[in-house]
Nanobody, 121 residues
Framework: QVQLVETGGGWVQPGDSLRLSCTAS????????MGWFRQAPGMEREFVAYITGSNYTFYTDSVKGRFTCNRDDSNTVYLQMKSLTPDDSAVYYCAVYRNGNLFRYDSYNYWGQGTQVTVSS
């Protein structure tokens, strides 16, 4: 069975940084497109970023220049988040792309449990 586990969330003040990790088991994800999504209370799950097997990345406008995706040989994908604002507060999820629109959560099949990011003073 495939399992994704996100770690690295927590509480930080505006302007601080966090690095999220997503480690997969039961599947080699080196050639998969991996997505990051986030969901705040009462809001839709929204696209944040994706990274391809060749390390091409794409980010939603609100995080461009602040967030960076990368991956390594440990079957792990990372999301480095800098200059965090309260609007970044959400549960962050990683997922394995299946098919369809890369910006829609319905296009991803395997999901982690999420990790909470809270940005406040």
């Amino acid at each position: 069975q495939v399992q994704l586990v996100e770690t690295g969330g927590g509480w930080v003040q505006p302007g601080d940084s966090l690095r999220l990790s997503c480690t997969a088991s039961g599947r080699r994800i080196s050639t998969d497109i991996m997505g990051w999504f986030r969901q705040a209370p009462g809001m839709e799950r929204e696209f944040v970023a994706y990274i391809t097997g060749s390390n091409y990345t794409f980010y939603t406008d609100s995080v461009k220049g602040r967030f960076t995706c990368n991956r390594d040989d440990s079957n792990t994908v990372y999301l480095q988040m800098k200059s965090l604002t309260p609007d970044d507060s959400a549960v962050y999820y990683c997922a394995v792309y299946r098919n369809g629109n890369l910006f829609r959560y319905d296009s991803y099949n395997y999901w982690g449990q999420g990790t909470q990011v809270t940005v406040s003073s």
